[in-house]
């Protein structure tokens, strides 16, 4: 794989490295916002460099291709979702002002998703794009 799927990958590895990071500094109000901020500033800066690297390249060089083109639809229809998701959970989480149970729930359900979404594009839009861009 290209070197620049690879760092889209460990991109992923340090998002769910610092979601976890969050969860377990979820006894410590100081430590679990700061580790949001972080995890926030990965996530944005991350989808911003994958839309530039892969969605909208893959997307051009699948013109035509009806297959690719429906995967690539399927992908934005659940990264709306996901940044939905995202911005819910860190509007919330970032007030510091929830029931625990709360933030578990809404970290768990956060965690799934975000974790279902990068495993996706790994096995399924990345092999695409090394197949159709490279």
């Known amino acids: 794989m ?12 340090k998002i769910i490295d610092t979601l976890k990071a969050c969860r ?3 006894k410590d109000p100081l ?10 500033a990965l996530l944005v800066e991350h989808l911003d460099r994958e839309d530039h690297m892969v969605y909208s390249r893959l997307r051009e060089a699948a013109s035509g291709n009806e297959r690719v083109l429906t995967i690539l639809d399927r992908f934005d229809d659940d990264l709306l979702e996901l940044t939905i998701a ?3 959970f860190f509007a919330v989480s970032s007030t510091g002002k929830k029931r625990r149970m709360d933030h578990i729930r809404d ?9 279902d979404q990068l495993e996706r594009e790994e096995s399924v839009l990345f092999p695409e794009f090394e197949r159709l861009v490279r």
């Open 24 to 26: 377990e500094s979820g």
């Open 107 to 115: 970290y768990g359900t956060f965690f799934i998703m975000l974790k």
């Open 2 to 13: 290209g070197s620049s799927i690879q760092a889209l990958k460990k991109e992923h590895e």
């Open 31 to 40: 430590d679990s916002q700061h580790q949001l901020k972080i995890l926030h």
């Open 86 to 88: 995202a911005k819910e």
